[in-house]
């Protein structure tokens, strides 16, 4: 089965852990292709819209985040948080796909609404199964809530989290 | 034993008593009638204070002014003199010496009293109270010692926790990087040759990463368990070699660093200080906006017991929220591609400086650059 018009937002600092994820998700059949933000302000710049984001061709507003926790300033929890307060986007499912955090973190991002929480696996075979897992549920079983998504997302005041 | 031997011996027991002794007279039938003193021992003699004693009406509360609320000593006769029985008075103090005074039914219209010198139980007890009050406040001070003790403990566990987690964490890393990446170009045979050495370049980058990150951590575990032995040190010394080490790894970049001279002699240890002054040197000439040249300055400021040395450069800066952060192990404020590192050097620099008994912080702002400072004591 392949997946059109899935955009998925990945969102990691580890460049060769998001390619890795890139990678699998494209090799279990996501077509359209997949976006990444490097760290909290890039992934909060591409859901608002911000500069270069504001061309929706290139970059779809996404209907899955898979969020890394480990991020260099604003943390994955913050991103999370931030992304919950804003009205046009608190809908959108995070899947939290992290590498190894302390429980505080964990249970922090369920309280904060992440929809599902993954331990990125050491193997890349590993990966692909998680990923065949993932989309086959998220974009296949899964219904989608409405994103506004014309709605520009409210301004982030940048040092709170 | 006949009766004249027995009276005798009575009167010689009464009279040789140490203890004040008093005989009292009640009216029976006129309870208004104030006690009256008809017999006393000679130690009552000295204390009473009464000129015109004799024997036959002299009035208690006269004999022994102000010791007694007359109304309420005459009830307690009466009511004695009644029931039976015996009543505690009380203390008297008189001359810094104490009395404690009893008095009990003799007949229905007589009553004994007993005055005891309680001075020296007064003194050993204010010299027990005084010996509690001691052991109280040793206890406090034990107990106040073990809870900061314990909360120590408890705060250098909770850093081996943070550490263990973000050692195991940064370190798999790349092992997981290099493990993927290896998975890949194996089972794949549709890359391009130009991928599959992409592929390759990463391993290696991973690789030489990690390499980087077990060089910085055996730094740090240097820092935190070798033996120093503080001693004086010339700062001139220290930031020369330091210097000199930075021109050697940064062979490439250009910088410009401007150094006071004449700086003081601190208490410390030279190799690690010069690690220290190297850190915060190589931290600065780092985080310069891209195309900058980095400017290092560093000069000391003195009181009369401490010494600070400051290092300031012209890079990003940092926001004050962050401030607590860097000094933190595999703690990162950037990205691996912007600023790449290990996390690593502050953390070294601040385990030193506590190692060393000294003090560290920063002043800085977002784009206005970052002045480090570390204090020691002074050597003189």
């Not at chain 2, 007064?122 to 005084?130: G, H």
């Not at chain 2, 001139?236 to 490439?252: F, P, T």
């Not at chain 2, 150094?259 to 240890?269: E, K, M, Q, R, Y």
């Amino acid at each position: 089965m392949s997946y059109v018009n899935h955009t998925i937002l990945v969102v990691d600092n580890d460049q060769d852990q998001a390619h890795f994820t890139k990678l699998a998700l494209q090799r279990v059949g996501v077509i359209t292709p997949v976006q990444s933000a490097r760290d909290g302000e890039e992934a909060i710049g591409y859901l608002s819209g911000r500069g270069t984001f504001q061309d929706r061709e290139c970059y779809p507003m996404p209907v899955l985040m898979l969020l890394d926790l480990k991020l260099p300033h604003i943390s994955g929890v913050g991103l999370l948080s931030w992304l919950r307060e804003q009205p046009a986007l608190k809908r959108l499912p995070v899947v939290v796909l992290t590498t190894q955090v302390p429980p505080v973190d964990l249970n922090r991002a369920y309280e904060l609404g992440c929809n599902s929480f993954l331990f990125k696996p050491n193997s890349f075979n590993a990966l692909l199964v998680m990923m065949q897992n993932l989309v086959q549920y998220w974009l296949g079983l899964n219904v989608a809530p409405e994103l506004a998504a014309h709605h520009q997302a409210q301004e982030h005041s940048g040092t709170s989290i | 034993m006949d009766m004249e031997q027995a009276e005798q011996l009575y009167r010689l027991m009464f009279t040789n008593m140490r203890e004040a002794l008093a005989v009292l007279r009640l009216e029976a039938r006129n309870p208004e009638v104030p006690p009256q003193v008809i017999e006393m021992n000679p130690a009552a003699v000295k204390l009473c204070r009464c000129k015109s004693f004799n024997f036959n009406n002299c009035v208690v509360t006269d004999c022994f002014p102000e010791w007694f609320d007359p109304d309420r000593f005459k009830d307690y006769c009466h009511r004695l003199a009644a029931f039976g029985g015996s009543l505690e008075l009380g203390e008297v103090s008189r001359d810094n010496l104490f009395y404690r005074v009893r008095i009990f039914a003799l007949t229905d219209n007589h009553i004994g009293m007993v005055i005891s010198d309680c001075t020296r139980y007064r003194e050993e007890e204010a010299e027990i109270a005084d010996l509690t009050a001691k052991l109280e406040k040793e206890a406090s001070t034990m107990d106040r010692r073990v809870a900061e003790r314990t909360a120590q403990l408890e705060e250098i566990n909770e850093e081996l926790d943070t550490f263990a987690f973000s050692v195991s964490h940064d370190l798999r890393a790349p092992i997981r990087a290099m493990q993927a990446f290896a998975e890949i170009l194996l089972d794949d045979e549709l890359q391009t040759p130009a991928e599959r050495n992409a592929y390759l370049v990463r391993i290696k980058n991973a690789a030489q990463g990690m390499d980087r990150l077990i060089q910085d951590l055996l730094a740090y575990s240097r820092v935190s368990r070798q033996e120093i032995t503080l001693e004086p040190v010339h700062l001139d010394q220290v930031v020369h070699d330091a210097a000199l080490q930075l021109e050697l790894a940064e062979g490439g970049t250009s910088y410009r660093l401007e150094t006071a001279s004449n700086l003081p002699t601190v208490i410390g240890h030279h190799a690690v200080l010069v690690q220290v002054v190297l850190n915060l040197m190589t931290n600065g000439i780092k985080f310069v906006p891209k195309g900058a040249v980095p400017v290092l300055r560093i000069w000391t400021d003195e009181s009369q017991e401490y010494c600070r040395l400051y290092v300031e450069d012209n890079g990003i800066g940092i926001a004050p929220q962050h401030q607590e952060r860097i000094f933190k192990i595999f703690e990162r404020l950037h990205s691996m591609e912007s600023y790449p590192g290990t996390g690593v050097g502050l953390a070294i620099v601040r385990k030193a400086v506590q190692r060393l008994g000294g003090r560290i912080g920063l002043v800085s702002n977002e784009g206005e650059g970052s002045r480090f400072w570390i204090e020691l004591r002074r050597a003189e």
